[in-house]
């Protein structure tokens, strides 16, 4: 049976050539990029090569990128060390609804800690109100942290319209481009970014690896303790073969033209959408087709159908598509991304499923699915 993978929101696969970067430089640089000799240096030339790269294709100075095991630490050490080195400014911090475990379980901790947290609205169409955003600021408030590209419906943030509304403010911005990075263009400098968390896994890189983007201005203290890594800003032995994967996958990336990218993924869309209009099958796009959005992203709801349900059975006929969030996978826990847009007691909570292509998809994988997909539901919906 063919297995054809179409939950790249969740992670994707490993690029060739990131592969063959990260085989070579496993096999012949195993030197610590910390050591001063001749085989520690040429292990710490590839990570400063990955750093420029990556630092390139966001347009931040290559001492502004501080290398970590992923988005979640990325994340954790923006917010907490924002609220740490800041209480004495004001306890204020303002976010999304629909943002990110890794955002929201350090919000919950910081809230129990006696920090105020505002959590902005999203309309149906899953993008905030900068009239609200606006009347929320506050001169108490520290940071504020939003998505760049919502990782269920794909919804994208106006980050640029937010930058100009914080930058005035003692507040500093902070951004989860986690689904961000390959799906859109990012540049900190416009969008007035202090901090942008990452992860190599969600661009055909390794997995427990990323960056965090630290305007040099804000001298945060170090999240992780332990040795002077990373020009002392966080510890731990830098992981050389995947740094130099994650640049390998940045490289890549900054060579595809992300609108053609994007045109490809809504091409991919509507094939699937006219398939089950044709077919005549009940189903509703959560989130929109148009306007601020990836369309990397397909987040569809099916009456009548439980979301496990119909999971199970595509899993069975060789399709990998997912819930919503993998990081919520495990959990009974409703999406709280389409109860915030829709409402606690909507239905759609217990009968979508996302679809997320990646850049190796295929018109032919997507045909596959989008058959046999309609299929299924036709049937359970006859029950």
């Known amino acids: 049976m063919q297995e054809i993978y179409l939950d790249n929101a969740a992670t994707t696969p490993m690029s060739p050539e990131v592969v063959k970067v990260m085989t070579d430089e496993m096999a012949h640089d195993f030197g610590n990029a910390s050591s001063t000799h001749a085989i520690g240096r040429k292990a710490r030339q590839a990570v400063e090569h990955a750093r420029k790269l990556i630092a390139s294709s966001i347009n931040a100075d290559p001492e502004a990128i501080i290398f970590t095991s992923g988005g979640t630490e990325s994340n954790n050490t923006a917010i907490m060390e924002v609220a740490r080195s800041r209480k004495h400014v004001g306890k204020r911090i303002i976010t999304t609804k629909i943002e990110h475990p890794s955002v929201l379980n350090p919000l919950k901790r910081l809230e129990q800690a006696g ?10 169409t899953g993008h905030i109100s900068l009239d609200q955003l606006r ?37 500093y911005f902070h951004v989860d481009a986690v689904q961000g990075l390959g799906t859109i263009d990012l540049d900190i400098k416009a969008m007035s970014i202090d901090l942008l968390s990452t992860s190599a896994h969600k661009i055909n890189g390794p997995k427990f690896l990323g960056f965090l983007y630290e305007n040099p201005d804000l ?73 601020a959005v990836s369309h990397h992203v397909l987040n569809l709801s099916f009456p009548g159908i439980s979301t496990y349900v119909l999971l199970t ?71």
Do not use: W
């Not at 094939?271 to 099958?281: Q, V």
């Open 115 to 124: 920090f105020e947290v505002i959590y902005l609205d999203v309309d149906q």
């Open 135 to 171: 009347e929320a600021l506050t001169p108490d408030t520290i940071l504020v942290s939003v998505m760049a590209v919502n990782n269920e419906v794909g919804s994208i943030m106006p980050l640029a319209e937010i930058g100009a509304l914080v930058k005035p403010t003692q507040a």
């Open 219 to 291: 001298a945060l203290p170090s999240f992780v303790l332990g040795g002077e890594q990373e020009h002392k800003r966080r510890a731990g032995t830098e992981n050389v073969p995947a740094i130099a994967g994650f640049g390998e996958a940045v490289r890549e990336l900054t060579a595809i033209d992300k609108n053609q990218l994007q045109a490809n993924y809504q091409a991919f869309q509507q094939l699937i959408l006219e398939r089950l209009k044709s077919a005549g099958a009940d189903f509703a796009v959560n989130g929109s087709l148009t306007g």
């Open 313 to 383: 059975r595509l899993d069975l006929a060789g399709f990998a598509v997912s819930g919503g969030s993998a990081c919520t996978a495990g959990s009974l826990t409703p999406s709280h991304v389409l109860a915030a847009m829709y409402g606690a007691d909507s239905p759609r909570l217990g009968d979508s499923i996302r679809i997320s292509f990646g850049r190796f998809t295929t018109s032919e994988q997507v045909a596959a699915f989008a058959e046999a997909l309609t299929k299924l539901v036709l049937e359970l919906q006859s029950k």
